[in-house]
Each structure stands twice: as C-alpha cells, then as structure tokens.
C-alpha cells in the first residue's frame, strides 16, 4: 500500500477550497454518506450468505443431497478464509488499501454467486461448492474491510452504534434472503413447469442481483472521490500477530465458540422445526429468520446502549448466557420456538454489537484489518469443522444431541469471556470500553 495511495485515500478533494460538509471527512454529513455506502456492504454478502438455508429442502432434493452434503455449501464457503481472511485484512492494511481491496471482494463476491447459481442449472453440485469457494473468498474479507472501514472511521464516536447500523443492514439482507428467496423459487417454478435443478439454478441468478448493489455502490463512492482518513506511517507486519494481546486471542476464542452455534444452527433450522415442532414449510422459514429480523432494528438500538454504557465484557457475557439458554430450551423442551428464536435473536444481536468493536480497544489502528482478518480466519475454521460435524450429527444422532452439541460451544465461549472478564479486571484499567 503505497505512500501516493495512502495519500490519495487521505487527502480531501478541495484543491484549497473550503469543503462541502458533505465533502470535508471531518464532518459528520459525510460520516453519515460514508456509513451508507458501509452499510450497503453488507446487504449483498448476507442475502447471498443463507440462501442454501433459505432454499433447504429444494436444495437437497434438487440436487438429490444428504444433510452432511449440504452443510459442505456453508464449509466450503468457510475453508478459504481459514487463511485468505488473515492474509485479506493483511492486504487491505499493506497492498491494495480499503477502498480498492473493498471492490476486489465485492467482486469476489459477486462472481462466487454467479458460480454458485450456474452450478445449480448445469446439475454440477461440485461446481456449486466452488462457487461457494470463491464466494467466500470476497464475503469474510469484504467483512474484514467493513470492520475496518467502521473503525476508522467512527474509532472513538459511535463505534457501537455504527457497528449495529452496519449489522442492522447485513440482516435485512439475511431477512429479505429468508423470506423471499422461497417464493422467487415459486415463482421460477410456475415459468418453468417443474421443480429441478434448473429451478434452483434461475432462482439464485436473481439472487446475485442484490450483490450487484453492493459493488455498484463501491464504485460510486470511489468514483465521487470521498476519502479516507488514514493514520500515515504506522505499517502492519506478519510478525505483528505473535504479539496479539491475551485479551484479543479470547476475543477470538469467544467469537468461534459462539459463532459456531448460530450459523450453522440457522442453516439447519427450517427442517429442525418441521420435524421436532411439526412446523409447515412456511411457518419454519419465518421462525427460522426471527433471529433476523429481530436482529435488524434491534442491532443499532443495542449500539447504542453499548455505545452509551460501555461495559462492553459485561455485554457480551449477558448475551452469551442468553444464547445458552435458548439453545438449552430448543434442545430439552416442546415449549414454543419462537420464544427461545426471540431469545436468541436480542442475544445474537448484542452479542455481535459488543464483541467485534473491543477489538479495536486492543490493538493499534495500522493492525486492525490484520487484527479483523485473523478473528474471522479462526472463525471460519470453527465454521468449517462444526458445518460438516453438524451435519453428519443429524444424519447420525440426531437433533437432540446437535442441540446438547452446540449448547457445549456455546459454554466454550462462556468460559473464554468470564476469562476475558478477569484479564481485563486484572489489568486494572479497562480497556475493553469505548
Ligand atoms: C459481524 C458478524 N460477521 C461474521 O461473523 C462474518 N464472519 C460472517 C459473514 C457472513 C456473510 N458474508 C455477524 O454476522 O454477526
């Protein structure tokens, strides 16, 4: 990342002249034009992210799929980014900048689907999971980017509460995906006379749409030359991570364990819900996508309180144990799921507004895309392993024992944020605060 590109992201356009509010980055109008670009980011990834889960049943009998083969869509989106998230945030801090490496992974992005959609029409499930390859080569860096973005530009303002905003739009677009993708499949099948492969394949081609809006909107914020304040100088090395804080590999620790038990959940949620609580297609897609859309208002309003409060261990150690409590009413009771997907919805989005800004309070401005990388990096390892480890539970044992399963993960971050709890306390001086 050159000394010219660094300055042309910093430098604002004025040639002299006072700036517009609009124009000048120390204002909060452009804050605010730069937040909704942010935003739009994730709108894309996340529609794209779930539509294996919004398309379950299709996708396995479509395809002519076991559950273990089906969850390989969401392992196969994970495995790049054991490494290629690390070596992302790694780019996006020493080659290509944020700006630029933001519309590669948009790119990414949108061609992964493109793939992952034809693999469907041409009845080639390998070529499916390829696209989910490339998919999610640019979905976690373009993550890593946001993070990166939201820090640098809100560190120390409404670093919470941009974070909330930003998820607030990432789950609009898992809750449009949840509830709409269904019926764009309905409607592929009146055009086409039957359900098949050909299908499932049209739907998701419309599906990429949505992350043709994303990319577009990169190109408009480069191409209206808004900028970027960059701290100069400081500059990340590989080397770096050996020195990570002990509060930040608990940061990471707390993300897998919890992770784990809510994506894949969710990706497997729409039959556990026909089949334990005798749920009908439709009533299983929208108890499935409460967490969602829960998630969308809930996440900025929750910032906010974060924002506002600080605290934020203490936060991430309340939505934690909600977390477990839901999975744990899912799992050992008949009582009705959308309280326990409520539950679970609140926690999943206070969890996700206190945890990803503390590591911005941990490590130093030049290492944050670096810093974002490597937490996503472990992450999507966890993903990995517990997307194929879940599936082949259920093929196996069962939705009980994946319940008993995931409720085990979740006390693994349990165990990981009273830890972070304690080092921080011990450290006298809390540092995991705005
Ligand atoms: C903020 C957090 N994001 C992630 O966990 C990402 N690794 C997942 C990205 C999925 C869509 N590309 C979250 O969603 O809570």
């Known amino acids: 990342y050159t000394e010219e590109q660094q300055e042309e992201d910093a430098a604002p356009r004025g040639g002299g002249r006072p700036l517009a509010a609009i124009c000048d980055p120390s204002r909060l109008p452009h804050r605010v034009v730069v937040l909704c670009f942010m935003c739009f980011l994730g709108f894309g990834s996340y529609f794209c992210y779930d539509n294996p889960a919004a398309l379950q049943t299709q996708v396995i009998q479509d395809m002519n799929l076991n559950t273990a083969k089906f969850m390989q869509l969401y392992a196969w989106y994970s495995w790049p980014n054991v490494f290629l998230c690390f070596f992302g945030g790694f780019l996006l801090d020493r080659v290509f900048g944020i700006r630029l490496g933001t519309i590669l992974f948009s790119l990414f992005v949108c061609v992964g689907q493109i793939i992952f959609a034809a693999g469907a029409l041409a009845n080639q499930f390998w070529v499916m999971e390829m696209g989910r390859f490339v998919f999610g080569i640019g979905g976690e860096s373009l993550a890593v980017a946001q993070n990166t973005y939201a820090v640098n ?74 900028s970027l304040c960059f701290t100069a100088g400081e500059v990340i090395q590989l080397t770096d991570v050996k020195n990570f804080p002990l509060s930040l590999w608990l940061i990471f620790i707390i993300c897998v364990g919890y992770y784990v038990a809510v994506f894949p959940f969710i990706g497997l949620g729409q039959v556990f819900f026909i089949e334990k609580f005798n749920f009908s297609p439709a009533q299983a ?36 144990v909600a977390t477990l409590a839901a999975h744990m009413m899912l799992a050992f009771t008949f009582w009705n799921p959308w309280i326990a997907m409520s539950l679970l919805g609140v926690s999943y989005s206070l969890l996700a507004c206190a945890l990803w800004p503390m590591v ?43 319940e008993v399963f995931f409720c085990a993960c979740i006390c693994i971050a349990l165990m990981a944020v009273v830890a972070l709890y304690f080092v921080d306390y011990l450290k006298g001086t809390s540092r995991l605060e705005p």
């Not at 990388?373 to 879940?390: D, K, P, R, T, V």
């Open 153 to 226: 530009w809100f560190k120390g303002k409404e670093l919470n509460l941009v974070f909330g905003l930003q998820l607030s739009m990432a789950r609009l677009g898992s809750t449009v995906n949840m509830n709409i993708m269904g019926w764009v499949y309905s409607r592929v099948m009146d055009a086409t006379g039957s359900p098949g492969h050909t299908t499932l394949g049209a739907s998701l081609m419309i599906g990429k749409y949505y992350t043709l809006l994303c990319i577009g909107l990169q190109f408009t914020y480069k191409a209206t030359r808004l």
């Open 285 to 320: 897609r929208a108890v499935n996508s409460i967490v969602y859309i829960i998630s969308a208002p809930a996440s900025p309003l929750l910032g906010f309180m974060v924002d506002k409060t600080g605290r934020n261990v203490i936060w991430v150690i309340i939505a934690v």
């Open 360 to 402: 911005a309070f941990v490590v130093p401005d030049h290492q944050l895309g670096t810093a974002y990388g490597f937490m996503q990096s472990i992450q999507n390892l966890g993903l990995a392993l517990i997307a194929m480890a879940a599936g082949a539970i259920l093929d196996t044992r069962g939705y009980l024992f994946l």
